[in-house]
């Protein structure tokens, strides 16, 4: 987290701590907000707001995770599993959240040189030795 506001300067951001407020407690995930449905009818007209909460209301349940539990008190695979259903939400809200906060990880990582043996990356092309 660090990395990423020393990148981006999100912990001056309201919307972007309120968002990892709402993703951190998962029973928000189960019974949706009147800022969520808010921001889906911003970006779509006519949804039926209640069809898309059963969705993730079946898909919560069917992963087997607690409502009572917090991203932080979750395992490895608890957290893969409850990242997998906002990747996969009826709401593209919850989509287009889950796509910014990979690639905002993506690019701290990628600025991390001590990460890269991990993730088998071998720095920018443009700092490469090249051989000739």
């Given at each position: 987290?660090?990395?990423?506001?020393?990148?981006f300067h999100l912990d001056n951001s309201p919307a972007f701590s309120g968002s990892l407020?709402?993703?951190?407690?998962?029973?928000?995930?189960?019974?949706?907000?009147?800022?969520?449905?808010?921001?889906?009818?911003?970006?779509?007209?006519?949804?039926?707001?209640?069809?898309?909460?059963?969705?993730?209301?079946?898909?919560?349940?069917?992963?087997?995770?607690?409502?009572?539990?917090?991203?932080?008190?979750?395992?490895?695979?608890?957290?893969?599993?409850?990242?997998?259903?906002?990747?996969?939400?009826?709401?593209?809200?919850?989509?287009?959240?889950?796509?910014?906060?990979?690639?905002?990880?993506?690019?701290?990582?990628?600025?991390?040189?001590?990460?890269?043996?991990?993730?088998?990356?071998?720095?920018?092309l443009i700092h490469r030795e090249t051989t000739a």
């Amino acid at each position: 987290m660090e990395r990423v506001n020393g990148l981006f300067h999100l912990d001056n951001s309201p919307a972007f701590s309120g968002s990892l407020l709402a993703f951190s407690s998962l029973s928000n995930f189960v019974t949706g907000s009147p800022e969520l449905s808010a921001a889906e009818k911003s970006v779509v007209r006519n949804i039926d707001f209640r069809a898309l909460v059963a969705r993730d209301d079946g898909s919560f349940r069917a992963s087997g995770l607690s409502q009572g539990a917090t991203f932080e008190t979750l395992s490895e695979s608890e957290r893969a599993r409850y990242i997998g259903l906002w990747s996969q939400s009826a709401f593209s809200t919850r989509r287009r959240f889950y796509g910014s906060v990979r690639a905002v990880t993506f690019i701290a990582l990628y600025s991390m040189p001590e990460i890269w043996p991990a993730i088998s990356y071998a720095g920018p092309l443009i700092h490469r030795e090249t051989t000739a």
